[in-house]
């Protein structure tokens, strides 16, 4: 009688065959796992070399991609160790031809649970992302201030003409007491030689108060002083305020960060000829 009843309790072929494919099954998602956490995680290195590419952004780290990448290879493993240690056991209650009995759902809904968390987390990185790629694209497009690639030149775009726009900028100088040392019209004089030029005029200007201690502290920095601003019209018609950057004049001649403001005072003057 005992003989009997144990091979009537000794679980079936199609039971193990349905073990096994479960456990083929999890060790797939455990794979797709780490496979799809690795995609992620070079994911940040992708988008880094993007924004370099088009100048977006400034070259930032992996981010979050790094993180989401590495928690999901780990989940992976986890899951991989996790459903061979449910096989191993559920094989062994087969061999002792236990009941059977429902299996836990904790590691389907934990898995499910995890990975909808971090393809939420993905998807918000993702728009933020987009996001500040878009302001910094406007941010290009927009015609207020451009540095030059080289050379440490900032363009000012204006509304006015060429001579307005001098105008405007000889009566700022007139009221903050700026002494204008030379104006050179340099259109003017190609014209005069019988050349076309399209209108391009030069302003030195500057104050011995503010000029003098920048000469004391570096003297090499006489080679850029007075200040200048250009006004001057591209082949579109369009007028453009030009002078050095401010930094990149201070780096230049490496001075002291409190004597910048001596020189950034052409910033003022070039945004108040613009208006």
Not at 24 to 46: I, N, Q, S, Y
Not at 82 to 100: C, I, K, M, T
Not at 150 to 175: A, C, F, M, R, W
Request: hydrophobic fraction near 50%; glycine fraction near 6%.
């Amino acid at each position: 009688m005992g003989t009997a009843t144990d091979l009537k309790r000794r679980a079936d072929l199609r039971d193990y065959l349905a073990a096994e494919r479960t456990f083929l099954a999890w060790v797939r998602t455990g794979l797709a796992l780490m496979g799809f956490g690795f995609v992620v995680a070079r994911f940040g290195l992708f988008v880094q070399q993007l924004e370099v590419f088009q100048r977006a952004l400034p070259a930032s780290s992996s981010g979050f991609s790094l993180w989401f990448g590495t928690a999901l290879i780990a989940v992976g493993v986890v899951v991989n160790l996790s459903s061979a240690w449910r096989h191993v056991r559920l094989v062994r209650e087969l061999d002792q031809g236990a009941p059977s009995c429902s299996r836990s759902l904790t590691q389907a809904v934990a898995t499910a649970a995890f990975l909808a968390l971090v393809g939420l987390a993905m998807a918000i990185y993702l728009v933020s992302v987009r996001n500040t790629t878009n302001l910094h694209s406007a941010e290009r497009k927009e015609p207020t201030m451009a540095v030059a690639t080289n050379k440490g030149i900032i363009d000012v775009p204006t509304t006015h003409s060429v001579e307005q726009t001098v105008e405007k900028l000889n009566s700022v100088l007139q009221s903050k007491g700026v002494t204008l040392f030379a104006f050179i019209d340099h259109s003017g004089e190609a014209e005069k030689v019988g050349m076309k030029m399209r209108p391009t005029k030069l302003l030195i200007f500057g104050s011995p108060k503010a000029g003098t201690p920048l000469m004391l502290a570096a003297p090499s920095i006489a080679i850029d002083l007075p200040l200048k601003i250009l006004v001057w019209e591209d082949g579109a018609g369009k007028v453009w305020i030009s002078y050095n950057s401010p930094e990149y004049v201070r780096e230049r001649h490496d001075l002291p960060p409190d004597l910048l403001a001596n020189i950034a005072v052409v910033e003022t003057l070039a945004a108040k000829a613009a208006e």
